[in-house]
């Protein structure tokens, strides 16, 4: 297998939807994009939002995905024309763009608006983080859906945890949650939405280390009961212990990549299906952008500017 625009390929295969585009709108960037349109021109923009999710799933399925995590719509336009054929977002990410601190301190239309202007930005599926649902119930997870599945997203990411460091939603209560979101998705005229649901056992360490396999084992099972497509675990890393869980796991399991932690490569190899990196490219902006305010502001020089992307290759990527 090899690693082509974004992800892991493994033998060649029929991917449903792959290049289906909207006459007029080509998009040289991505030959196997699906155009973009408006969600407001119904019905031919519901059919492009179905492709979009159908395309999402076959990803899922015939490759190991790698989701390099947007934050707004430039960055979504930056790491699409970089080869990325999917694009989810990050809530820490977003949340900061819009001066609020990671953990559930936006609130559901805020962030819908946020990924409605991803949406918009580019011709790939977006998938959303939506935090925990904004709201403990299933009807609160339920509107989140409908509002991210009406801003033309094709996937969410859902929470079990109930606040930052936890505690955790038990299994009953999470299961319910996600039953919600997969009945409030049908609902929707989406029923191809990918629910990706997320455990935050390792990532808060919570209960005994050796007992958190078990625990995320067990919630696995529960949650694809519960009608969920893929498992999330953020803060597992470990290659022998994501392997054990890859093998035994109902789902598809996706981990979180962090800095001199195993690559992509390896983590293919422990059996990892989808690869994310949370918050990591905004700070690497964010990082950039104080180092260059820093060395302007000190030195008064501009070499940190040097290697910048071209003012009009960035303009040239909002053709909408």
Same mark, same amino acid.
């Given at each position: 297998m090899?690693?082509i625009?974004?992800?892991?390929?493994?033998?060649?295969?029929?991917?449903?939807?792959?290049?289906?585009?909207e006459p007029?709108?080509?998009?040289?960037?991505?030959?196997?994009?699906?155009?973009?349109?408006?969600?407001?021109?119904?019905?031919?923009a519901? %059919?492009?939002?179905?492709?979009?999710?159908?395309?999402?799933?076959?990803?899922?399925?015939?490759?190991?995905?790698?989701?390099?995590? %947007?934050?707004?719509?430039?960055?979504?336009?930056?790491?699409?024309?970089?080869?990325?054929t999917?694009i989810?977002?990050?809530s820490?990410?977003?949340?900061?763009s819009?001066?609020?601190?990671d953990?559930?301190?936006?609130?559901?239309?805020?962030?819908?608006r946020?990924a409605?202007?991803?949406?918009?930005?580019?011709?790939?599926?977006?998938?959303?983080d939506?935090?925990?649902?904004?709201?403990?119930?299933?009807?609160?997870?339920?509107?989140?859906?409908?509002a991210?599945?009406e801003?033309? %997203?094709v996937?969410?990411?859902?929470e079990?945890?109930r606040?930052v460091?936890?505690?955790?939603?038990?299994?009953?209560?999470?299961?319910?949650r996600?039953r919600a979101?997969?009945?409030?998705?049908? %609902?929707?005229?989406?029923?191809?939405?990918?629910?990706? $649901?997320?455990?935050?056992? /390792?990532?808060f360490?919570?209960?005994p280390s050796?007992?958190?396999?078990?625990?995320v084992?067990?919630?696995?099972?529960?949650?694809?009961?519960?009608?969920a497509?893929?498992?999330?675990?953020?803060?597992?890393?470990d290659l022998?212990?994501?392997?054990?869980?890859?093998?035994?796991?109902?789902l598809?399991v996706?981990?979180? $990549?962090?800095?001199?932690?195993p690559?992509?490569?390896?983590l293919?190899?422990?059996?990892?299906?989808?690869?994310?990196?949370?918050?990591?490219?905004?700070?690497?902006? /964010?990082?950039?952008?104080?180092?260059?305010?820093?060395?302007?502001l000190?030195?008064?020089?501009?070499e940190?500017?040097?290697?910048s992307?071209d003012?009009?290759?960035?303009?040239?990527l909002?053709?909408?």
């Amino acid at each position: 297998m090899s690693l082509i625009s974004g992800r892991l390929r493994f033998p060649p295969g029929n991917i449903p939807g792959a290049g289906v585009r909207e006459p007029g709108c080509p998009n040289q960037n991505n030959p196997k994009a699906v155009t973009h349109m408006s969600v407001d021109n119904f019905p031919a923009a519901e %059919a492009a939002v179905t492709e979009k999710a159908r395309l999402f799933r076959s990803l899922s399925d015939d490759s190991v995905l790698v989701l390099p995590n %947007a934050w707004d719509a430039a960055s979504a336009a930056v790491i699409a024309a970089a080869g990325a054929t999917a694009i989810a977002t990050t809530s820490g990410g977003v949340s900061w763009s819009l001066g609020r601190g990671d953990g559930q301190h936006l609130d559901r239309d805020e962030m819908t608006r946020a990924a409605r202007r991803i949406v918009n930005a580019v011709d790939l599926p977006v998938t959303v983080d939506v935090e925990g649902g904004y709201g403990p119930t299933p009807e609160d997870v339920a509107a989140t859906v409908r509002a991210v599945a009406e801003a033309g %997203a094709v996937g969410v990411n859902l929470e079990d945890s109930r606040a930052v460091g936890g505690p955790l939603f038990d299994l009953a209560e999470q299961s319910a949650r996600l039953r919600a979101a997969r009945d409030a998705a049908a %609902a929707a005229g989406l029923p191809e939405l990918f629910v990706n $649901a997320r455990t935050d056992v /390792y990532l808060f360490a919570v209960g005994p280390s050796e007992a958190r396999l078990d625990e995320v084992l067990a919630r696995t099972a529960a949650y694809a009961e519960a009608g969920a497509d893929g498992i999330f675990v953020p803060g597992l890393l470990d290659l022998d212990t994501l392997s054990t869980l890859c093998a035994e796991s109902p789902l598809p399991v996706n981990a979180m $990549a962090v800095a001199g932690g195993p690559t992509v490569p390896e983590l293919a190899r422990a059996g990892v299906r989808r690869i994310s990196l949370g918050t990591a490219l905004a700070q690497t902006a /964010y990082t950039a952008a104080r180092r260059a305010a820093a060395e302007l502001l000190g030195t008064g020089t501009l070499e940190t500017l040097d290697d910048s992307m071209d003012f009009g290759e960035l303009n040239a990527l909002f053709h909408h």
